[in-house]
């Protein structure tokens, strides 16, 4: 027990912690909860009665209230937040709970005793109107019950115990809060992270020096972060424990305990341990070693904290590993998963025990670097990697460089010590190969995004998505990216048009970007395709088993139903990619492309037989008679001028309608007659290239459409526009109006720069994608006017339709189309950075879960 009774005493007290004050009633404790902690710290017991009675002195709601004070305590404490219980605790069974709830979340217990006279007490509690008729039996009976226990309160549980004996001694006291020993968030690295060494003297010298430092100092100022293990089983324990802790005490390196060094160090204490595992190597190689520096050696040990939280939070260190709930928690049962992990209880068939896989659950922010478990190679999983690659078992000697994320190792000198058990990756194949957890989509979220903030995801949208993802869709490995919704031009005020170029050319000049292109829209159905450079390229990265990538609709649906034209069109694309060598150019092995797959009734063949060549075929089999019979109706001299007109004009918009769906369907057999327009190349292995200007892109895919030699791909016509230049503007517009002459759908005008943030008009940031302003829109559909008939209606030309169209409403739609780019863009980027599958998905799931969002399906 920790007793201070000096003046002026100092009361040290952990900064996340459950700090239980006790003393009798009347003893001052709530004036000094106040004075020495925030009040949102402080939970009252009186406060928690009134809460639950309107009564902070009925003692017939004790019950309830402590309830609510545990209640809000856990909450505080959950959330890492330091609780201050404001009530009496003198008996044993009131303070068992609060050491419990302690435990519960894994933090310091801490009393704070006031011990203060009957009399103080008895008048200060006269002295309160609500409190004046106390008996004072009560509260001797309170000095009675501390007094008896206040000798104990160490034994009860409590890490650190301050007693406060009389009103000077409170009044002299103060609080000063102390950082954990785990807390080293102000240490930003940069970090070399170095895994399991075992006693390898000589490979540990060798990753030092490849590492940059000379006798244990790096001339660029980078700390070395040992993950634990440093003796047993190696030639040269004594070695590396010198160089270990010369390095730690220079204050060149950290270190947190292995489990061989726990073992150790109890040795060294005269504990009964078991010679086994690599012991008996250390011991006998530290058997000529002084006094001195095996009690230098037992002081390291003891010294050592169970994991340490650097870098902000972003980064967590220690031996076995660390699910997020524990980060930065004090606690036997912490330290316990730190030095030995988890287990389930059984042993394998080399007698070893079965380790429960936390990483395959980790969701943490945090990165967790760790070692424990030997792997063959050291491989991200979750934003966690193991560092043991087995040095000495005749692996290699590993280290993280930090924030850089890149892996040095030295092979081993030789086999030092033979491994019970094979080493064995703790990493599946294609990164994260492991069945999705529900939990990372269900209910209301968030998604973080680099280029938007966060994305909120509605739990009714979300269900939405659910069905979808867990009835239609490709396998999720295979579905890397979704594309966004896009929206349609501002309405054009041009006398017959809904929609005109003009108003995209606009819109782009006023949000600050100069140069646009305008690609050509194909009607098809939009796809996405991901093509690997082989089956075993596909397995490697993405996990899967057969396919050699996917190709799949805007939902996530595949496009075919049987695999093997999916896999023909894979394999024209692949061959295509080979022969213009963008493998090599690209330095991939698969790549994602947003493409249009037509022709339309490829995919659409349902939906033009119900609902547009139902209203076809309607107005062919009814205008011919009824325009026969007006027309004979006028010979006769009736007079039907104004009805025959309208119904001529109703006869060529029905035409020009059906004449507009038509353009768009074609016979196909087989793959023959089937085009593929991939208009941009979305990522490559390591690089996003969503932000790739336009230009390049093109011309890349116009390599691949040349040598293409099975008629499968076609090229996508292009306009580059200046949008403050009038005469480029017209020619765009002219352009436009040339070709959905023709009978195209109309054009896509989208940024040159591909991703842009808004900038004051013709800056040079909004060219470039600075990160001043709101992402601009990465595109703008443009319809053409006879391609509208479809959308619309075959009578939404006339003038009194046209007016009431142009009051729609697009805001909705362009937010969405924001929002769900930003989801796309997080995806490819989360992918590109080879995050684990949930990381992937959960953006991907947040576009699916988007499109469910209500808005007019015609914009």
Known sequence: MTENQTKGRVLPVTDLSLVVLVGASGSGKSTFAHRHFKSTEVISSDFCRGLVSDDENDQGATKDAFDVLHYIAGKRLAAGRRTVVDATSVQSDSRRQLIDLAKQYDVLPIAIVLDVPENVCAERNASRSDRADMPIRVIKRHIRELRRSVRHLEREGFRKVHVLRGVEDIENATVRTEKRFNDLTHLTGPFDIVGDIHGCGSELESLLGKLGYVDGVHPEGRTAVF??????????????????????????????????????????????????????????????????????????????????????GRLVVCHAGLPEKYHGRTSGRVRSHALYGDTTGETDEFGLPVRYPWAEDYRGRAAVVYGHTPVPEATWLNN?????????????????????????????????????????????????????????????RAVETRHQGRVAIRE???????????????????????????????????????????????????????????????????????????????????????????????????FFDDESVTEEILGRLRAAVTEVGLWSELDTDWL???????????????????????????????????????????????????????????????????????????????????????????????????????????ALLDRLVEHDG???????????????????????????????????EGMVVK????????????????????????????????????????????????????TRLRGRFLNHKRSLAIREYALGLEALDRLAEGEPLWRVHEAVFGVLALESEPVDPRL
Not at 231 to 256: E, F, H, I, Q, W
Not at 389 to 401: E, P, Q
Not at 605 to 616: C, D, E, F, I, P
Not at 782 to 797: A, D, H, K, Q, V
């Open 227 to 312: 993950v634990g293990d440093l003796v047993d089983r190696g030639p040269d324990s004594p070695g590396v424990l010198r160089r270990v802790m010369s390095m730690v005490k220079s204050g060149n390196a950290l270190c947190v305990p292995g489990n061989h060094e726990n073992k150790y160090g109890r040795y060294l204490k005269g504990r009964k341990v078991q010679h086994t595992h690599g012991l008996a190597e250390t011991i006998e190689q530290m058997d000529g070693a002084s006094e001195e520096f095996l009690a230098e050696v037992r002081e390291f040990i003891d010294g050592l904290v169970s994991h340490y939280v650097l870098d902000g």
């Open 384 to 444: 966690t990697i193991c560092l043991d690659t087995g040095a000495v078992f005749g692996g290699k000697l590993t280290a993280l460089r930090w924030p850089e994320r890149e892996l040095i190792d030295v092979p081993a000198g030789k086999v030092w010590y033979e491994p019970t058990k094979p080493l064995k990756s703790e990493a599946p194949g294609g990164h994260d190969g492991r069945p999705l957890d529900l939990a990372d989509v269900h209910g209301r």
């Open 460 to 558: 009714e949208n979300a269900a939405a998505a659910l069905e979808v993802m867990s009835r239609f869709a490709v396998d999720p490995r295979l579905l890397p990216y979704l594309p966004p919704t896009m929206a349609p031009t501002a309405t054009s005020q041009v006398e017959g048009y809904l929609e005109h170029p003009e108003e995209a050319f606009a819109q782009y000049a006023a949000d600050g970007v100069a140069r646009v292109v305008c690609e050509e829209k194909h009607m098809g159905s939009r796809a996405v395709a991901l093509v690997c450079r082989d089956a075993e390229a596909a397995r490697k990265r993405f996990g899967v088993d057969g396919p050699t990538g996917s190709l799949y609709t805007r939902t996530g649906r595949p």
């Open 592 to 698: 994602l492309l947003d493409a249009e797959l037509m022709p339309w009734s490829l995919k659409a063949s349902g939906l033009l037989r119900s609902q547009y060549a139902a209203v076809g075929a309607a107005s062919g089999a009814v205008f011919p008679g009824a325009l026969a019979a007006l027309e004979g109706a006028a010979g006769r001299g009736v007079e039907v001028t104004d009805l025959l007109g309208r119904q001529r004009e109703r006869a060529s918009n029905a035409a020009a309608f059906t004449e507009a769906y038509r353009r768009y369907c074609w016979p196909t057999q087989g793959l023959d007659g089937v085009r593929l327009a991939p208009f941009q190349i979305l990522a490559v292995q390591g690089r996003n290239l969503a932000s790739l200007p336009h230009d390049e892109q093109l």
């Open 710 to 744: 099975t008629g499968l791909l076609q090229t996508t016509r292009r306009l580059y526009v200046d949008t403050a230049d009038p005469e480029s503007v017209r020619a765009g517009v002219d352009w436009w109006l040339e070709m959905t002459g023709r009978g195209g």
């Open 751 to 802: 940024p040159l720069g591909a991703v842009v943030r808004w900038g004051s008009p013709r800056s040079s940031e909004a060219e470039s994608g600075g990160e001043e302003g709101r992402l601009v829109q990465p595109g703008i559909k443009c319809r053409g006017r006879e391609y509208l008939r479809i959308i619309y209606g075959p009578e939404y030309t006339r003038p009194d339709n046209l």
